[in-house]
């Protein structure tokens, strides 16, 4: 069964004409015109994939992304004629995957939503153990649930994918391109440093008794970052 894809705009001839690409391409599509309607059908027919517009009557792409996230973490793609860093940025935080910008090719769309689906389809850690524990964190790979000091926590799919490339390298500094391929996958547009220093400061935010000063996710200045793995006797184990 193919993927299937949510499409909204409030555009028709955008609408159409995604609709079409997505379609010759073997993908299934669900359309909406506004973010109220795209809710709707993504509670009733669970999509694979989200591909959203920014600027829509009623709830905009943002609140619409933000909806999503609080109930799935399938991938998000913003397409948008809003190109500015400063929406890309906002984009990124309330949730999305990525980011493509109108006009967009054909062969973009299309490989955009297939490497987004396949980094979905990934593990998000490829290792044997199933159960990451140390003394301030422990992560249920199965479940994807992660705990901080015996308290769970709400962990985006992409900070979740970024955390966990860095206990699977504890004290290993990995630099900047290193984090984006691991996180986002090596077949991501995205290459700006500035998003992997975006969302490092996310999983701070979340884990560290005292984010500007962390001592769990550390900076090796003009290269990249490091898990340090707390002392203590927490076992690490496999289930």
């Keep these: 069964m193919p993927p299937k894809i949510l499409v909204v705009d409030d555009e028709p001839d955008i609408l159409e004409l995604v609709q079409t690409r997505l379609e010759m391409a073997g993908y299934e599509t669900l359309t909406a015109e506004n973010g109220e309607e795209a809710l709707k059908s993504f509670f009733t027919e669970r999509p694979d994939l989200a591909l959203l517009d920014l600027e829509m009557p009623g ?53 955009r939503v297939e490497a987004n689906l396949r980094r979905a389809s990934m593990p998000a850690i490829q290792r044997d153990e199933e159960i990451y524990a140390d003394p301030v964190l422990t992560i249920d790979h199965r479940a994807h649930v992660v705990s901080v000091r015996g308290s769970e926590i709400s962990l985006s799919p992409l900070e979740y994918r970024l955390l966990t490339a860095l206990l699977k390298h504890p004290g290993q500094v990995l630099s900047h391109n290193q984090l984006l391929d691991l996180a986002w996958g090596p077949n991501s547009s995205e290459t700006s440093t500035d998003s992997v220093r975006l969302y490092i400061s996310y999983i701070r935010g979340k884990i560290e008794e005292d984010p500007k000063h962390p001592r769990l996710i550390e900076t090796v200045r003009e290269f990249g970052y490091r898990y340090v793995r707390p002392l203590g006797n927490t076992e690490r184990a496999a289930a």
């Design 59 to 111: 709830m905009d792409g943002f609140e619409l992304c933000e909806r999503i996230r609080q109930m799935s973490d399938v991938p998000i793609i913003f397409l948008t004629a809003f190109g500015s860093e400063t929406h890309r940025v906002k984009g990124l935080q309330v949730g999305a995957d990525d980011y493509i910008v109108k006009p967009f090719s054909k062969n973009e769309l299309v490989a």
